[in-house]
């Protein structure tokens, strides 16, 4: 199982799947991120917190707890 916060800087991905539950995975899904959409991604802070990605057009930010929650392809 490969996650978001296992991605290499510059990799595109697609999002397989989505873990978590509640009000956390209501949160991905609200930012855009939903099964099947392609994520880009642009920059990693130097400790690797947070993860700056591109997606449906524009950029954000995640922290890894959050990255962790998100399998990709």
Same mark, same amino acid.
Do not use: C, F
């Given at each position: ?13 697609? =999002?397989?799947? #989505?873990?978590?539950?509640?009000? /956390?995975?209501? *949160? ?6 939903? +099964? ?7 920059? =990693?802070?130097? #400790?690797?917190?947070?993860?700056? /990605?591109?997606? *449906? ?6 922290? +890894? ?9």
């Amino acid at each position: 199982m490969k996650t978001l916060k296992d991605a290499q800087v510059g990799q595109t991905v697609t =999002v397989l799947r #989505l873990n978590g539950a509640g009000p /956390v995975k209501r *949160r991905i899904m609200d930012m855009g991120i939903t +099964k099947g959409i392609s994520i880009y991604i642009r920059k =990693v802070a130097p #400790l690797g917190d947070p993860v700056q /990605v591109s997606v *449906r057009g524009y950029e954000l930010s995640l922290r +890894k707890a959050d990255a962790e929650m998100i399998e990709v392809g």
